[in-house]
């Protein structure tokens, strides 16, 4: 009996095995044709294989890659492939090809499971979404459909789904930016490194680019500078478009969340308004914590669009006063800057007495995440405000 | 029971859709339009047969005790080789099926008929009953398909014949139960006057 299961479940192993080695290389042939099938309709001609050489980032915590198309050793365009969460059911995966200059070139759905014989016409090579946008750059474009003030013509009766290919758009866009102008910004970025290699300091380099496209308006040319700040090095981002400073991306960190470092991009526009506030890295409790990583949490959500100067940076109600501090091995470095000491000594815990009060929204049953969230853009806004003063 | 017999019970008299009303998820699923239905059935019906063909040849080496598990473990056997085929050298069709594929193993059209027939009879009948139940497993699911997509979306076979949008519920799932149960009834109705 156990024999016969056994020879059973053996010669279906051997058989699936050898059936698997043979298909494996015909899969993955199938599978590139389809991606660079998808590749050529939606760039401009190119004759390099734009799988080589991709460049891939996190934004907005949604996967993304860029394909450079290249000519002669010269660069022809771009492709984008990212994905949305907001259409009607299920991810939107998009592949979005841009001319060097910037314009959208064509645009492919590779994945969608929208409704059939409504959000499905974005399936559709000449879909009323595809044709605003061809041929056009998303800076000179509101990125809206026409019902939310923009101007990209929405499918009819599927405004939802027209509303979470914009967002995949604007995404690929942002991506793109980051990419080409990434290029420009990288030498500077890898001056005053000291720790990493240099190949590292590449990688990091392009993926904090993607950050700073990802929380500041469009622009064309990032320069990268070090400053120090309490001792520690603060990389702030200097974004301009056609010369015109448009706004300020500060990297920044804090050790002091639940579990591992946070590291924030935060954007300011020069007037010290915070545009927007993308997660890098977190390890926070997932279904908690890391709720952080949504672009409408409660924090980004409190802290964006306001002016940093009239923050008081701090959780609403957050001092409290009323839990006794049960390991308080350091001191909140709010008024004497950021201590290092304590830092070794384990788990540090943060107690509620600790989280100094101010006017910012946490994030409900992640306290500590929050104080830390709010601590890092605070130290952002500083370095925000001495790079405004040095300059 | 002669050969025809055999092959045409699974169609008509046994038909699984119309009839026994078996394997209805991936029916409901994948019919949204014709070409789906029919992929669909075909690759229903490839892992019938010959689902039926290897266990009517083992069944004598097979314990009755384990002959479930054992069941199992070649379809789903079957049900991979199938889908690494289908993913390598038709990847047209494996993005329009989908997670339909792997779903057959769980099929109970399949289980039905390697449990009812294919353990107790020899190898040509097997393949035959096999052959009847997937050929009446592709009809039902085409049937739903073509009249899903004609009603839907105006279209045959990806062919538009009417201009215009179509009633798009019978894209949507509840239109397939809508129009899954008026085929049993025309199909029952006409069986019975026919009684075939």
Not at chain 1, 151 to 167: F, P
Not at chain 1, 358 to 380: F, K, L, P, W
Not at chain 2, 115 to 141: H, I, P, Q, R, Y
Not at chain 2, 157 to 170: Q, R, S, T
Request: negative net charge; aromatic residues 6%.
């Amino acid at each position: 009996m156990i024999l016969c299961l056994g020879v059973i479940g053996l010669v279906s192993a051997v058989g699936l095995t050898l059936i698997y080695n043979m298909t494996k290389g015909t899969i993955a042939a199938a599978n590139l044709a389809r991606t660079t099938g998808a590749l050529a309709n939606v760039m401009p001609p190119f004759d390099n294989n734009p799988m080589e050489g991709a460049v891939e980032m996190e934004l907005d915590g949604i996967a993304t890659r860029v394909f450079t198309g290249r000519m002669d050793g010269r660069t022809t365009g771009f492709a984008v492939e990212t994905s949305t969460r907001l259409g009607y059911s299920g991810i939107i995966r998009m592949l979005v090809g841009f001319t060097p200059e910037g314009e959208v070139h064509n645009i492919e759905v590779l994945e969608q499971s929208e409704t059939p014989g409504l959000g499905d016409k974005i399936l559709h090579p000449d879909n009323v979404l595809v044709v605003s946008f061809r041929g056009r750059n998303p800076v000179d474009m509101q990125m809206a459909v026409v019902k939310d003030g923009g101007e990209v013509d929405a499918i009819t009766a599927s405004t939802v789904t027209s509303r979470a290919y914009i967002d995949a758009v604007d995404r690929a866009h942002r991506a793109f930016v980051a990419v080409s102008t990434g290029a420009v910004a990288l030498p500077s970025v890898m001056t005053g490194a000291t720790a990493h290699t240099a190949e590292a300091e590449t990688t990091a380099g392009i993926d904090a680019m993607a950050f700073v496209a990802a929380v500041l308006p469009v622009h064309n040319v990032v320069s990268t500078h070090d400053l120090m700040l309490n001792s520690e090095r603060m990389v702030v981002h200097t974004a301009q478009q056609n010369g015109v400073t448009v706004g300020y991306a500060v990297q920044t960190e804090s050790d002091e969340g639940w579990s591992g470092v946070i590291r924030l991009m935060v954007g300011f526009l020069p007037d010290g308004t915070i545009y927007d506030i993308a997660v890098m890295e977190q390890n926070e409790t997932p279904g908690y914590g890391d709720v952080i990583t949504r672009p409408d949490n409660a924090l980004a959500k409190s802290l964006r669009g306001r002016n940093a100067h009239e923050v008081q940076f701090g959780l609403r109600g957050g001092g409290g006063g009323t839990a006794a501090p049960t390991d308080v091995s350091r001191t909140r470095g709010r008024e004497g800057g950021r201590e290092r000491e304590g830092r070794e000594g384990g788990h540090r815990r943060i107690t509620l007495a600790d989280a100094v009060a101010g006017d910012v929204d946490g994030i409900t049953g992640s306290t500590v995440t929050s104080v830390a969230y709010v601590d890092a853009v605070e130290r952002a806004y500083k370095a925000f405000a001495a790079m405004k003063h040095l300059e | 029971m002669g050969k025809i017999q055999i092959l045409t019970r699974g169609i008509i008299k046994d038909n699984p859709i119309f009839v026994l009303l078996l394997g209805l998820c991936p029916t409901l699923g994948t019919t949204s339009s014709a070409m789906n239905g029919l992929g669909m059935g075909v690759a229903t019906m490839f892992i019938l047969v010959l689902a039926n063909i290897v266990i009517s040849i083992f069944k004598d080496v097979i314990p009755n005790k384990v002959r479930i598990p054992a069941y199992i473990v070649i379809i789903t056997t079957l049900v991979t080789v199938l889908e690494l085929l289908i993913k390598a050298y038709m990847p047209g069709l494996n993005s329009a099926l989908g997670v339909f594929i792997p779903l057959i193993a769980v099929n109970c059209i399949v289980f039905a008929r390697v449990e009812a027939f294919a353990s107790k009879n020899n190898v040509v009948n097997s393949a035959l009953d096999g052959l009847g139940a997937g050929l009446g497993f592709t009809m039902a699911l085409t049937l739903l398909g073509v009249v899903r997509e004609m009603l839907g979306t105006g279209m045959f076979f990806g062919y538009k014949f009417i201009e215009g949008d179509g009633v798009l519920i019978f894209v949507l799932a509840p239109g397939a139960f809508i129009a899954l149960g008026f085929l049993i009834a025309i199909f029952r109705k006409v069986a019975k006057a026919t009684s075939i």
